[in-house]
């Protein structure tokens, strides 16, 4: 079977966005309601008030952020999402042509450029509809994404190569069922077990489909992280973290199992009714490669009163007792930045999976307030913050392919500065400035030096 990834002999480069964070357009073309756009109307869920009916209005500009993409370079990867009420509004049921029809044209637009594109299946844009119908709580959901996964395929298999099924299914599960920082916004704890098993579930039933309809690079895209205990005492709890956060994920992909230290931590996974025979067996093999989205490392300690909780620590039901330490330097998100945790999860991942890897996300929110002139004389963002952490990044990554892991392309977040979820518009990715009146694109620094690297590097 002929392979669409990159072969390995260089580190490939590209960019990726996520639909529900760029297209905008949220009532257009039949497209239905998805629980990001319940969720972003609730007062208080996003820092800014704001949602994502607008955003960078992609659904029309397409082909202007096209343009971006291929400005990086020749044969960029691009890494997108569809988004599921756009093609089944209902989540189950009538199909939107209309909204096949937008993602026939960004495609075709794509390939025309000389982009290679990548899609995401799901990037937590859930239809409404079946969140009404207690969404990945829900083994139902885990069918009806398949349906929709061949529905897709159908269309665009012909010209996308390279699949990935689901985007952080552990924020999907954790942040969403358990946290409630992020969409539906359910604080159910133990839940977001519940939901994460649906969602491995709902891979393997995908990938069994779309391997069948003959397609051969099948991944899924996990946020990885290394957990590094401050103190001997957090060694425990490092543990306890790595199970819900990595292993619940690569456990299934490589031996078709949760193993005994997760079960500890979330005994519902050995609920025969939830976790039935066959669905592991299913997920075992399911993936042709593995996507890891990295940002910062994490280091608990034993909770100290002096330690303030990270907001996330109730996205881990079942773990000890802990606070973090977020070391300086820190991006504008207060996420820790050290590239070589992005090198450690690399490897790590390789030898637990033993499967090709691609970063398919890294990047860093800088505050962006430093304008000079550009290269066509327009005011433009000097980010060399981000320029740096990018440099750093990719030098991590490719420490991580010496060193012998399998990783065959590094997707900078994000193209387009977007709406950045429950932070609403206030954190920029970006390495394209959105002006935030006419949404007019302008390219950063960044963007200037990306294109610089990939052509004195070939990638």
């Known amino acids: 079977m002929t392979s669409h990834l990159p072969d390995g002999s260089t580190l490939q480069l590209g960019t990726a966005t996520a639909a529900y964070q760029i297209e905008g357009a949220s009532t257009e073309d039949g497209r239905g309601p998805s629980v990001w756009d319940t969720f972003a109307a609730r007062p208080g869920a996003t820092r800014d008030g704001r949602d994502g009916s607008v955003a960078c209005d992609s659904y029309h500009r397409y082909a202007e952020d096209l343009d971006l993409v291929a400005g990086l370079g020749a044969g960029s990867w691009y890494r997108f999402s569809i988004a599921w009420p756009r093609i089944i509004p209902a989540g189950t049921g009538a199909v939107e042509t209309r909204g096949l029809d937008y993602y026939d044209r960004l495609v075709d ?59 952080e299914p552990w924020c999907a599960a954790y942040l969403g069922y358990s946290a409630g920082i992020h969409a539906p916004g359910r604080r159910e704890g133990d839940a977001g077990n519940r939901a994460a098993h649906h969602l491995n579930l709902g891979h393997g039933l995908a990938a069994a489909r779309l391997h069948e309809a003959g397609v051969t690079d099948l991944g899924i895209v996990h946020n990885l992280a290394p957990f590094w205990p401050e103190t001997p005492e957090a060694e425990q709890a490092a543990a306890e973290l790595d199970a819900v956060r990595n292993r619940i994920w690569t456990g299934p992909l490589a031996h078709g199992a949760y193993d005994d230290e997760l079960l500890r931590v979330a005994p519902v996974l050995a609920d025969p009714t939830l976790v039935r025979d066959g669905d592991l067996a299913l997920v075992k093999g399911s993936a042709d490669w593995i996507g890891v989205n990295y940002y910062t490392p994490f280091r608990p300690t034993p909770a100290d009163p002096d330690v303030p909780v990270h907001t996330e620590i109730e996205a881990y039901p079942g773990v000890s007792p802990i606070s973090f330490v977020v070391r300086e330097p820190r991006t504008d998100i207060g996420w820790e930045t050290d590239a070589s945790g992005l090198e450690a999860i690399l490897v790590q991942t390789h030898e637990r999976t033993g499967l090709p890897i691609i970063v398919s996300e890294n ?48 997707f900078v977040w994000t193209l387009l500065d977007n709406f950045e979820w429950a932070e609403g518009y206030t954190k920029t990715f970006g390495i394209v400035h959105i002006d935030p009146e006419d949404l007019t694109r302008t390219p950063k620094a960044s963007y200037h030096w990306l294109v610089e690297h990939i052509g004195s590097t070939g990638s």
């Open 109 to 167: 637009a794509a390939l025309a450029r000389g982009v290679r594109p990548t899609a995401t299946l799901y990037h937590w844009d859930l239809p409404q509809a079946l969140e009404d119908r207690d969404g990945w709580l829900n083994r139902d959901t885990a069918e009806a994404f398949a349906d929709y996964a061949m529905v897709v395929h159908e269309r665009l298999g012909d010209r996308v190569k390279v699949w990935a099924t689901h985007n």
């Open 363 to 410: 990047g860093a929110a800088c505050v962006d307030d430093t304008f000079v002139d550009g290269p066509d004389g327009r005011p433009m963002v000097d980010d060399q913050d981000r320029i740096d952490y990018l440099r750093d990044h990719i030098a991590a990554t490719e420490a991580a392919r010496k060193a012998g892991a399998d990783v065959r392309a590094y």
